[in-house]
Structures are given as structure tokens and as C-alpha cells.
């Protein structure tokens, strides 16, 4: 067995003030959720289940240390003396049904955890009469949020009901540093954040001295919305919700969830304005029932924050406080009453600082700031959270999780109401404050009954739609010099991907989308471009990315900026083409075939520099009535992973425009006050980037080597290994036909395979998916150099490795578009059997993730953004134009349900690297709905038989099979 050896993790803001702030019992921070299942299942496989996952979830062997003094904030450090045992039961049930199980879910919510222990319990109920075996799982706020609740749930679960137990003795064992470890003296002030802390004042007076009108003006609007975010309250607007205490009453409601939807996208609304418009409704419903007017609740919702660079644990969430109208009686028009009232607070200045606010009240010795957070909730009737769950079956155990609830804190509120979604079911778990509600069991069912009448009653009123997009971009405004944060720089990894690109060797990456037609065309059977249009430019504010620019810097003394762009088009950027008026390579184009051979020439053509980076093309006039998209985003923009948020963003999770980033908020809006950096800015930004730069770079060293000295040498010791991978001796790619210049054409090719038939091979041979997929690939090589008389050499595959959310939940890039590192994977042509060939490329997998898992790579790159511009330029272009590999392989995570655009059902996606000048040969893949589909992008010329490579893939999965 080995040991991982973790380092104390400081909280952040938020996570810090909800553990401190549980010192008043009426804010207990407990989240509780009941998971009901489709059968018994064994405790001790359960225990054995929980022990396997708590050593690859480091949170779940991690107990809170205190900060020396009360000084600082606390950290999160591995519990030497963990036992599983001491966090699972098995308990009969008192009652009958679902209330057993809520029984135990309310002692939960009751009792304090002990504090020095890992902040987890779960309890098997045994099943009673007329009632489910269940799981309830107590876990402390502080831990974990609700989409990271959801994160953490799915970890714990498995994709199939017969996947087995993992074996203890392939998993690590969790050790705190020994630098660190409970002997160790920690100064009440660490002095690498005293460093860290200079550096930022520093900046912060530059700023300020920099831009004194500007800075004054910044700090007074945020000052007054701050203000306004950590103001208390006042006093509850409920007659009857005043009183608080300790004691909790829970109950369930399921409603279907596509009805749902619907029922709110009917009225152009979002299933978060319906639902908190339903818990309001039901609360008035309560207060009339006593002959008590309500006119208004105040409610506090949680709005996520979780980005792609985020963290993975933790709370990544502003809390959102309005006052909601409880006297309409128009179930739509209090849908859109809802969505004007929960709007207004998502644009406070205060929100983007929100955790560092939290930071400062936790600074506060405890008793004042669990004040402060108690003055802030004590005039809050109520709390609203609505979470996106799993959408696909999962299993604990060997049974189905059949129905899965939540139970958030009422936080000083007199309840809480939680939607959760589990599949097709929305699950709704409601907590009241029993000193609050005198009847609880009637106003949960008050809640129930009202959502169910306000979906039946927006089903059938006449459809209704409130549009809250600009039709027009904002006029931006020139720049007087104020500090523009929306102009992030490019880092160096960004612009090598500029720098690399010739008329011949794009650098953008992207994907072909095959389409239902039908739903994109108009009666005549034209394609609604116009619609199409409007659909993507509504949808952009939500990643602003994509509506920038690039500017460079005058006379390029540093790396560029993103801007927003003054003259934002979106017909230059989303066109339409028919194969009916094309010919494509061999004839006029018809069938898929051609689609594929068009969208191969339109991916050659190079993107405007002029505008922002991106385009979507819409293909029409194939036979069979499809539409074929072609997604192009420059890599400068993003890497593969980031490009998945675009697809997030501009398609839906269901035919009537489920969005999927869709937790309870709404996009951004395009901001008003878009402003233009003049050179005089951009060039006196660059120069004070230049004098701070290696401040940054020496300020993260040396705060790092005194909080935490192993981390240098570890750092050191990763950064060799992945430049001894793409810079040693043993580096350099066997010669190859791959390694060719590259001409003007190109071919796209793709095969799908099934993900459970991946699945089945893993678990038989061992190893990944990705194993998997990178031997049927080799094999699938193997078979097109032996018909090309080729040698058959050990292939180097360069494997992009995702650092956007590393298991220490950080990434190491701090800015930039970029966050990837690469590892390098030697692919055994020479090995004819599969089986054996699976078994070398899992050991050199592993070997290679056991060395640095990509991150040497990524961390070398990363300290490039810190070097002047000769050097910098001259290690980039050895790092990216170096012959170490042969071809790259990258693997992308998708959406494991359907996609939706407008209306258009998506059936499949087929990835697209780009092709590096002397790479004739790149595949991406993608997973989606059930299907891994490998995307093989060539150079026509060096590769005109790339059929010969699919078959041999096809026969090398179905021999593995």
C-alpha cells in the first residue's frame, strides 16, 4: 500500500465563517440528505465502500485544525487516527416509510458534530414496513456546497450496480506532511502570508496612486454595496415565523421534473423563478389558513460562483437576500415577479469580493463575527436552494439510489426549502425551525400542494414570455484610464499558440455537431439563420469570453490583452452554408460523408484576429435531413476542457431549453459600462506587469518554502520529471511518416464506441478508460503502418492532462486561457495482441501519473507567464515545437445525457484538435450520451486512407471485447 502525503489546506472566506459561525446553535451549518435505495444492501460492504472512497476524497480523513491563537483561519489536516467505523451505523427505524429515515435525518440536522473528527457520519436504515432501506449522509457546510455536495455524492456512488468493491491495497493511504504534522510549531502569522500580503498592498497602492479617481470611486461603490451585503436584515416580515431555536421538523415532496420545466419555460421563465415562486405561495397559504395577511417573505438564496478554476470542496457561493411579494395571486405573474426581485441583488458590486468579506468577518474574534452573521440571518423568513443532481442512475453498495433529498441549515431562517433533481424527479426536502413554525407538517404540505397547482396552473394559462436580452451591444465608452478587469493578459502558453499558427497549421481546436434538422428549419425549409443568431448571442453573456478581442500591447512590449469587442457582430461569427451549392473534394456534396469533407475545408480557413476567436457554422442540404455544425475556438482562448463551457452555455439539456449550467441563477448581462484601454493604459498596465511579474513569481516561492517547505522540493521534483519527459534524451519521437510538413487539406474522421462496452473491458483486463481507448487507437496505427510498409516503433503520444482542478482543488495556471500540462505515452505498435498491449500501456499510464500526472509540465509552462520576453519566447517555442511526439491524443470529458439545440436534438459530436506544423495526424475524443467518439483530424495528403485506421479500431474494440 502507498502513502499520499497531504499538507494542511487553509479555508477559504466562506467556509471559515460557516465554521465558526455554528457557535450559536440556531446557525448550525449541518447539511443532511436522504438517499432512499431499491434494496437491502450489506453494512459491511457499505463500510468497505465508504473506507475506499474516504482514501481518494481527502476530505473525508481530514479533521479541522484550529489557527494558533484564534489568529488566522483554521486548516483542514489528515486524522491520523481515522476509523470508518467511527462514522458509519446501522439503525432500525421507530416509524413507518420514508419518516424512519427522516427521523434519523432529523437527529442528524440536531446534534453537533465532534470536532475532531473528519466532518462526516451516514446511517443505513434498515427498511420498515412500507418503507425503503435508505442512506443518510450529515455533512458540515463547511466541507462541502451543494453543487459540491452533489460532486461529492457522485464520487461515493457507483455507474453500475455490479461494479465491484475496489481492493484497499491499490489505494493510498492518507498521512499529513511530517514537516507539518501536529508537533510542528505554526507562528500565529505565517510569514508567507505576511509576504502574500505585502505583495497585494502592494498592488493595491499602485492602483490606487495609479488611478486615483478611478480607485476612489471603485471603493465607494463597493464600500456602500458591502454595506449592503453584511447589513443585518431587520425584522422578519412573517406575523406568524419570529420566534428561533434548536429544534427541526423534515419533509419530502416529489414533482416531475420535465413538467417542471416546462411548465416555466412556457411563460419564458427558469424552473428556479417557479419554484421559489411556489414555496412563497405556500407560505401565504399557511398564513391564510390562520387568518394572518402576508404580504412579503424576506428570502435569502444561495447563488453558485463555481467556475472552471474553482476549487472542487468547499463553498463556492454568494448569498443572494431579497424580499419576495407573497400577495400575487396569479401564479405567472408571480413566476415573473420572482425572476425581477432575485435579479436585483446578482448585480451588487460586493458580490465579486463575497468571500474575502467572509474572510474578514471570520478575522473577528468568534463571538463578533457568529454576531455579525446572526444580525445578517435574524430578519430572514426564509432560505431557497435549488441544485442541479445527478441526471444517470448510480448504485451504492449493488443498489440503485432511487430517490436522493436535501436538507440545507435554516441558517437563522424559520425554513428551508431544497429542489433537488435526481434523474426525472425533482426531489424537495423541506426543514422547519419548530420554534418558528407551530405546525410544520402543514406548511410543507402547503409548499407541496402549491407547486403542484402553480405547474398545473402555468401549463394551462396562455403562453407568455418576458425577453430580457439586449437586442442592441451596449455603445462602449473611452477608456479614462480606470482599471478594466474584463482585459485579462494572455499567458505565455496562450500566445505560443498564436505564435505557432501558419496559414497551414490553424491553431484552433473545436467540434462537428450532427443535428435533427427539422426543428432548425422554417415552414419552407430554410434554416432559421436569423433565429439561430439571436439564439447564440443571447446565450454568450453567460462566457464573456467570446465576446472579446484580442489587443496588443504598442510596440509589443508584453502579451496581449482580451477586450470587449466595440464592434461585436454575430453574423460574422454564426453562418450557414448547403452542400446543394458546394463541391466538396470529389463532386456535389448530399450525404454525411461530404458534410464531414466541407466542414474539413472550412476548419482550414484561419479565424479573424480582428474579432473575437470563435465561429459556428451551420451545414445544410444532407439527404437525410441532418444539419452538421461546425464549432471553431481558437486554442489562445481556451484549452479543450474550457471549450466544453461554450458548449454548456449554447445548448440545452432538453428539447424546451433546459440550460445546462442552470443552479437557480441567471447569466450575466453584458455590462453597460464596457470600456476601450487606450495605449497610454494598455502600455503603462504592461510595464507595471513587467515590474511585478517576478515580484509574483519570487512572493509564491518563498511564501510557499516558508508555510510549506516539502511542497518546493516536491514542486522541483515534478517540474524534472516532466521536463525530463519532453526534453530528455530518451524524449525525442522515433522517426515517423506522422512527422510531416503539413499541407492545405484536411480530413475528418470519426468512429463511436459504446462507453458501457469501455467499461466492460476495463473491468475485466484493469486499467482506464482512457487505457482503453489509447490501445484500440494503437492498434488501430498498427494496422495503417504495416499497410504503409512502415517500421513499427514505439509511437510517442502526447496526452494533455487537465489542470483546472487538480486533487488539491487549485490549478496551477493563475490566469490565462490554458490549463493544461502533458504527459508523454509510449504506444506499443510492436505488440499484436491486444490484451497485452492494454496491459503496457496501463503500466505506462500509471507510471507516468505516479512521476507527476502532467503537472511538470504545467507548472514549468506556468512560470514562463513570470519570465522576460527573450527567454520566455525562446523556451516557448522549444516546449511546443519540439519533435517529441508523434501525434497527439487528447481526451475530453462531455455531457453523459442528450444535448439540445433550439429545439434540435444533438446524436452525435465529433471532437477536432488542430495539427501542429510537423504533426500530419491528431485525435481528440469526446465522450457524450453513452458514446466515446474519437475524432481523427489528417492532413489529406500524408493520410488519404484514414477508413483503414477506423475499421482496425472497430476490430481491435470488439476483440477486447
Same mark, same amino acid.
Given at each position: 500500500?502507498?502513502?499520499?502525503?497531504?499538507?494542511?489546506?487553509?479555508?477559504?472566506?466562506?467556509?471559515?465563517?460557516?465554521?465558526?459561525?455554528?457557535?450559536?446553535?440556531?446557525?448550525?451549518?449541518?447539511?443532511?440528505?436522504?438517499?432512499?435505495? *431499491?434494496?437491502?444492501?450489506?453494512?459491511?460492504? !457499505?463500510? /468497505?465502500? #465508504? =473506507? @475506499?472512497?474516504?482514501? $481518494?476524497? +481527502? &476530505?473525508?480523513?481530514?479533521?479541522?485544525?484550529?489557527?494558533?491563537?484564534?489568529?488566522?483561519?483554521?486548516?483542514?489536516?489528515?486524522?491520523?487516527?481515522?476509523?470508518?467505523?467511527?462514522?458509519?451505523?446501522?439503525?432500525?427505524?421507530?416509524?413507518?416509510?420514508?419518516?424512519?429515515?427522516?427521523?434519523?435525518?432529523?437527529?442528524?440536522?440536531?446534534?453537533?458534530?465532534?470536532?475532531?473528527?473528519?466532518?462526516?457520519?451516514?446511517?443505513?436504515?434498515?427498511?420498515?414496513?412500507?418503507?425503503?432501506?435508505?442512506?443518510?449522509?450529515?455533512?458540515?457546510?463547511?466541507?462541502? *456546497?451543494?453543487?459540491?455536495?452533489?460532486?461529492? !455524492?457522485? /464520487?461515493? #456512488? =457507483? @455507474?453500475?450496480?455490479? $461494479?465491484? +468493491? &475496489?481492493?484497499?491495497?491499490?489505494?493510498?493511504?492518507?498521512?499529513?506532511?511530517?514537516?507539518?504534522?501536529?508537533?510542528?510549531?505554526?507562528?500565529?502569522?505565517?510569514?508567507?502570508?505576511?509576504?502574500?500580503?505585502?505583495?497585494?498592498?502592494?498592488?493595491?497602492?499602485?492602483?490606487?496612486?495609479?488611478?486615483?479617481?478611478?480607485?476612489?470611486?471603485?471603493?465607494?461603490?463597493?464600500?456602500?454595496?458591502?454595506?449592503?451585503?453584511?447589513?443585518?436584515?431587520?425584522?422578519?416580515?412573517?406575523?406568524?415565523?419570529?420566534?428561533?431555536?434548536?429544534?427541526?421538523?423534515?419533509?419530502?415532496?416529489?414533482?416531475?421534473?420535465?413538467? !417542471?420545466?416546462?411548465?416555466?419555460?412556457?411563460?419564458?421563465? $427558469?424552473?428556479?423563478?417557479?419554484?421559489?415562486?411556489?414555496?412563497?405561495?405556500?407560505?401565504?397559504?399557511?398564513?391564510?389558513?390562520?387568518?394572518?395577511?402576508?404580504?412579503?417573505?424576506?428570502?435569502?438564496?444561495?447563488?453558485?460562483?463555481?467556475?472552471?478554476?474553482?476549487?472542487?470542496?468547499?463553498?463556492?457561493?454568494?448569498?443572494?437576500?431579497?424580499?419576495?411579494?407573497?400577495?400575487?395571486?396569479?401564479?405567472?405573474?408571480?413566476?415573473?415577479?420572482?425572476?425581477?426581485?432575485?435579479?436585483?441583488?446578482?448585480?451588487?458590486?460586493?458580490?465579486?469580493?463575497?468571500?474575502?468579506?467572509?474572510?474578514?468577518?471570520?478575522?473577528?474574534?468568534?463571538?463578533?463575527?457568529?454576531?455579525?452573521?446572526?444580525?445578517?440571518?435574524?430578519?430572514?423568513?426564509?432560505?431557497?436552494?435549488?441544485?442541479?443532481?445527478?441526471?444517470?442512475?448510480?448504485?451504492?453498495?449493488?443498489?440503485?439510489?432511487?430517490?436522493?433529498?436535501?436538507?440545507?441549515?435554516?441558517?437563522?431562517?424559520?425554513?428551508?426549502?431544497?429542489?433537488?433533481?435526481?434523474?426525472?424527479?425533482?426531489?424537495?426536502?423541506?426543514?422547519?425551525?419548530?420554534?418558528?413554525?407551530?405546525?410544520?407538517?402543514?406548511?410543507?404540505?402547503?409548499?407541496?400542494?402549491?407547486?403542484?397547482?402553480?405547474?398545473?396552473?402555468?401549463?394551462?394559462?396562455?403562453?407568455?414570455?418576458?425577453?430580457?436580452?439586449?437586442?442592441?451591444?451596449?455603445?462602449?465608452?473611452?477608456?479614462?484610464?480606470?482599471?478594466?478587469?474584463?482585459?485579462?493578459?494572455?499567458?505565455?502558453?496562450?500566445?505560443?499558440?498564436?505564435?505557432?499558427?501558419?496559414?497551414?497549421?490553424?491553431?484552433?481546436?473545436?467540434?462537428?455537431?450532427?443535428?435533427?434538422?427539422?426543428?432548425?428549419?422554417?415552414?419552407?425549409?430554410?434554416?432559421?439563420?436569423?433565429?439561430?443568431?439571436?439564439?447564440?448571442?443571447?446565450?454568450?453573456?453567460?462566457?464573456?469570453?467570446?465576446?472579446?478581442?484580442?489587443?496588443?500591447?504598442?510596440?509589443?512590449?508584453?502579451?496581449?490583452?482580451?477586450?470587449?469587442?466595440?464592434?461585436?457582430?454575430?453574423?460574422?461569427?454564426?453562418?450557414?452554408?448547403?452542400?446543394?451549392?458546394?463541391?466538396?473534394?470529389?463532386?456535389?456534396?448530399?450525404?454525411?460523408?461530404?458534410?464531414?469533407?466541407?466542414?474539413?475545408?472550412?476548419?482550414?480557413?484561419?479565424?479573424?484576429?480582428?474579432?473575437?476567436?470563435?465561429?459556428?457554422?451551420?451545414?445544410?442540404?444532407?439527404?437525410?435531413?441532418?444539419?452538421?455544425?461546425?464549432?471553431?475556438?481558437?486554442?489562445?482562448?481556451?484549452?479543450?476542457?474550457?471549450?466544453?463551457?461554450?458548449?454548456?452555455?449554447?445548448?440545452?439539456?432538453?428539447?424546451?431549453?433546459?440550460?445546462?449550467?442552470?443552479?437557480?441563477?441567471?447569466?450575466?448581462?453584458?455590462?453597460?459600462?464596457?470600456?476601450?484601454?487606450?495605449?497610454?493604459?494598455?502600455?503603462?498596465?504592461?510595464?507595471?506587469?513587467?515590474?511585478?511579474?517576478?515580484?509574483?513569481?519570487?512572493?509564491?516561492?518563498?511564501?510557499?518554502?516558508?508555510?510549506?517547505?516539502?511542497?518546493?522540493?516536491?514542486?522541483?521534483?515534478?517540474?524534472?520529471?516532466?521536463?525530463?519527459?519532453?526534453?530528455?534524451?530518451?524524449?525525442?519521437?522515433?522517426?515517423?511518416?506522422?512527422?510531416?510538413?503539413?499541407?492545405?487539406?484536411?480530413?475528418?474522421?470519426?468512429?463511436?464506441?459504446?462507453?458501457?462496452?469501455?467499461?466492460?473491458?476495463?473491468?475485466?483486463?484493469?486499467?482506464?478508460?482512457?487505457?482503453?481507448?489509447?490501445?484500440?487507437?494503437?492498434?488501430?496505427?498498427?494496422?495503417?503502418?504495416?499497410?504503409?510498409?512502415?517500421?513499427?516503433?514505439?509511437?510517442?503520444?502526447?496526452?494533455?492532462?487537465?489542470?483546472?482542478?487538480?486533487?488539491?482543488?487549485?490549478?496551477?495556471?493563475?490566469?490565462?486561457?490554458?490549463?493544461?500540462?502533458?504527459?508523454?505515452?509510449?504506444?506499443?505498435?510492436?505488440?499484436?495482441?491486444?490484451?497485452?498491449?492494454?496491459?503496457?500501456?496501463?503500466?505506462?499510464?500509471?507510471?507516468?501519473?505516479?512521476?507527476?500526472?502532467?503537472?511538470?509540465?504545467?507548472?514549468?509552462?506556468?512560470?514562463?507567464?513570470?519570465?522576460?520576453?527573450?527567454?520566455?519566447?525562446?523556451?516557448?517555442?522549444?516546449?511546443?515545437?519540439?519533435?517529441?511526439?508523434?501525434?497527439?491524443?487528447?481526451?475530453?470529458?462531455?455531457?453523459?445525457?442528450?444535448?439540445?439545440?433550439?429545439?434540435?436534438?444533438?446524436?452525435?459530436?465529433?471532437?477536432?484538435?488542430?495539427?501542429?506544423?510537423?504533426?500530419?495526424?491528431?485525435?481528440?475524443?469526446?465522450?457524450?450520451?453513452?458514446?466515446?467518439?474519437?475524432?481523427?483530424?489528417?492532413?489529406?495528403?500524408?493520410?488519404?486512407?484514414?477508413?483503414?485506421?477506423?475499421?482496425?479500431?472497430?476490430?481491435?474494440?470488439?476483440?477486447?471485447?
Amino acid at each position: 500500500m502507498t502513502i499520499r502525503y497531504l499538507e494542511p489546506e487553509p479555508f477559504n472566506g466562506t467556509d471559515a465563517a460557516l465554521w465558526d459561525i455554528e457557535r450559536n446553535p440556531a446557525l448550525r451549518t449541518t447539511i443532511v440528505s436522504v438517499l432512499t435505495l *431499491d434494496r437491502t444492501i450489506d453494512p459491511d460492504r !457499505l463500510t /468497505a465502500s #465508504l =473506507d @475506499a472512497a474516504s482514501r $481518494t476524497i +481527502p &476530505r473525508l480523513r481530514q479533521h479541522v485544525e484550529g489557527a494558533p491563537f484564534g489568529i488566522g483561519v483554521p486548516q483542514w489536516v489528515v486524522s491520523d487516527d481515522f476509523r470508518v467505523e467511527n462514522h458509519v451505523r446501522v439503525v432500525t427505524p421507530s416509524d413507518v416509510g420514508i419518516r424512519g429515515a427522516l427521523d434519523i435525518a432529523t437527529e442528524f440536522a440536531t446534534s453537533p458534530f465532534d470536532r475532531t473528527r473528519p466532518l462526516w457520519e451516514c446511517a443505513y436504515v434498515e427498511p420498515s414496513v412500507d418503507g425503503p432501506p435508505s442512506i443518510v449522509l450529515k455533512v458540515h457546510h463547511s466541507l462541502v *456546497d451543494g453543487i459540491a455536495g452533489v460532486a461529492l !455524492l457522485d /464520487a461515493l #456512488l =457507483d @455507474a453500475k450496480r455490479t $461494479t465491484p +468493491p &475496489r481492493d484497499p491495497s491499490e489505494l493510498p493511504e492518507l498521512r499529513r506532511t511530517p514537516a507539518t504534522g501536529s508537533s510542528a510549531v505554526r507562528p500565529p502569522i505565517e510569514p508567507g502570508a505576511l509576504v502574500d500580503t505585502s505583495v497585494k498592498l502592494g498592488r493595491t497602492l499602485l492602483d490606487a496612486v495609479s488611478h486615483p479617481l478611478s480607485t476612489t470611486r471603485t471603493i465607494a461603490t463597493g464600500g456602500a454595496s458591502a454595506i449592503r451585503l453584511l447589513s443585518p436584515s431587520g425584522d422578519v416580515l412573517s406575523p406568524l415565523f419570529t420566534a428561533r431555536g434548536a429544534g427541526r421538523h423534515l419533509d419530502v415532496h416529489d414533482v416531475d421534473f420535465d413538467e !417542471l420545466h416546462d411548465a416555466a419555460a412556457r411563460h419564458g421563465r $427558469t424552473v428556479n423563478d417557479l419554484f421559489v415562486a411556489a414555496v412563497v405561495e405556500g407560505a401565504a397559504a399557511y398564513h391564510r389558513a390562520r387568518s394572518t395577511e402576508l404580504d412579503a417573505l424576506r428570502v435569502t438564496m444561495p447563488a453558485n460562483i463555481r467556475s472552471s478554476s474553482s476549487r472542487s470542496g468547499g463553498n463556492q457561493w454568494v448569498p443572494l437576500r431579497f424580499r419576495a411579494p407573497a400577495d400575487i395571486d396569479d401564479p405567472v405573474e408571480r413566476m415573473h415577479a420572482m425572476y425581477d426581485v432575485t435579479s436585483r441583488p446578482r448585480r451588487e458590486p460586493a458580490m465579486k469580493f463575497s468571500h474575502s468579506l467572509a474572510g474578514a468577518v471570520q478575522l473577528l474574534p468568534s463571538a463578533l463575527s457568529s454576531a455579525v452573521v446572526a444580525e445578517m440571518m435574524s430578519g430572514v423568513d426564509l432560505v431557497v436552494t435549488n441544485v442541479p443532481g445527478l441526471s444517470e442512475a448510480r448504485y451504492l453498495a449493488g443498489a440503485r439510489v432511487d430517490r436522493m433529498y436535501a436538507f440545507a441549515p435554516t441558517g437563522g431562517a424559520a425554513f428551508n426549502v431544497a429542489l433537488l433533481s435526481h434523474g426525472s424527479t425533482a426531489c424537495l426536502g423541506m426543514m422547519s425551525d419548530t420554534d418558528a413554525v407551530a405546525e410544520p407538517t402543514e406548511l410543507h404540505a402547503a409548499i407541496a400542494s402549491a407547486l403542484d397547482t402553480t405547474i398545473d396552473a402555468a401549463q394551462a394559462a396562455e403562453p407568455t414570455v418576458h425577453d430580457h436580452v439586449q437586442s442592441e451591444p451596449p455603445e462602449p465608452r473611452p477608456s479614462d484610464g480606470a482599471n478594466d478587469p474584463t482585459a485579462p493578459r494572455l499567458s505565455a502558453l496562450d500566445v505560443a499558440f498564436l505564435q505557432l499558427e501558419s496559414a497551414d497549421t490553424p491553431m484552433h481546436l473545436g467540434g462537428v455537431f450532427v443535428l435533427d434538422g427539422d426543428p432548425l428549419r422554417d415552414d419552407s425549409g430554410r434554416l432559421r439563420l436569423d433565429e439561430l443568431r439571436r439564439h447564440v448571442e443571447a446565450r454568450l453573456p453567460r462566457v464573456p469570453a467570446y465576446l472579446r478581442r484580442l489587443e496588443r500591447i504598442p510596440f509589443g512590449i508584453h502579451r496581449p490583452v482580451w477586450v470587449d469587442d466595440p464592434d461585436f457582430d454575430i453574423e460574422q461569427h454564426v453562418r450557414a452554408i448547403s452542400l446543394d451549392d458546394c463541391v466538396v473534394h470529389d463532386g456535389v456534396g448530399g450525404d454525411l460523408d461530404h458534410a464531414f469533407g466541407l466542414c474539413a475545408d472550412l476548419n482550414i480557413e484561419r479565424l479573424d484576429r480582428n474579432r473575437p476567436l470563435w465561429e459556428l457554422w451551420f451545414v445544410d442540404g444532407l439527404d437525410d435531413g441532418h444539419v452538421v455544425a461546425l464549432l471553431k475556438v481558437h486554442h489562445a482562448l481556451t484549452d479543450g476542457v474550457g471549450a466544453v463551457e461554450l458548449i454548456a452555455a449554447l445548448f440545452d439539456l432538453d428539447a424546451h431549453g433546459s440550460s445546462s449550467d442552470d443552479v437557480g441563477t441567471d447569466a450575466p448581462e453584458r455590462s453597460a459600462d464596457a470600456r476601450i484601454p487606450s495605449p497610454a493604459r494598455l502600455l503603462a498596465d504592461a510595464s507595471r506587469d513587467h515590474l511585478r511579474d517576478p515580484v509574483d513569481l519570487a512572493r509564491a516561492t518563498i511564501g510557499t518554502a516558508v508555510r510549506t517547505p516539502a511542497t518546493i522540493a516536491r514542486r522541483a521534483s515534478v517540474i524534472s520529471g516532466g521536463l525530463r519527459d519532453v526534453l530528455g534524451p530518451d524524449a525525442v519521437a522515433p522517426p515517423s511518416t506522422l512527422n510531416r510538413p503539413v499541407g492545405e487539406f484536411r480530413t475528418i474522421a470519426p468512429i463511436a464506441l459504446d462507453l458501457d462496452g469501455i467499461d466492460a473491458i476495463r473491468d475485466a483486463h484493469g486499467g482506464t478508460a482512457n487505457d482503453v481507448a489509447l490501445t484500440v487507437i494503437a492498434g488501430g496505427l498498427r494496422a495503417w503502418l504495416v499497410e504503409r510498409g512502415d517500421e513499427l516503433p514505439d509511437l510517442h503520444a502526447l496526452c494533455p492532462v487537465s489542470q483546472r482542478d487538480t486533487r488539491t482543488g487549485t490549478a496551477h495556471a493563475g490566469h490565462g486561457a490554458n490549463h493544461v500540462g502533458a504527459m508523454l505515452i509510449s504506444l506499443p505498435l510492436g505488440e499484436a495482441d491486444p490484451i497485452r498491449r492494454l496491459a503496457i500501456i496501463r503500466e505506462r499510464t500509471e507510471r507516468a501519473k505516479r512521476r507527476h500526472d502532467g503537472d511538470g509540465v504545467a507548472w514549468a509552462v506556468d512560470a514562463l507567464d513570470h519570465l522576460p520576453g527573450v527567454p520566455g519566447l525562446a523556451l516557448r517555442q522549444l516546449l511546443v515545437r519540439q519533435p517529441f511526439a508523434n501525434l497527439v491524443v487528447t481526451n475530453i470529458p462531455g455531457p453523459p445525457r442528450p444535448l439540445w439545440f433550439r429545439g434540435a436534438r444533438v446524436e452525435s459530436i465529433v471532437p477536432v484538435v488542430p495539427l501542429a506544423p510537423n504533426t500530419t495526424l491528431g485525435i481528440a475524443l469526446f465522450s457524450y450520451d453513452g458514446w466515446l467518439t474519437i475524432g481523427l483530424h489528417a492532413d489529406e495528403e500524408h493520410a488519404p486512407d484514414l477508413e483503414l485506421v477506423i475499421d482496425t479500431i472497430a476490430t481491435e474494440y470488439d476483440l477486447l471485447q
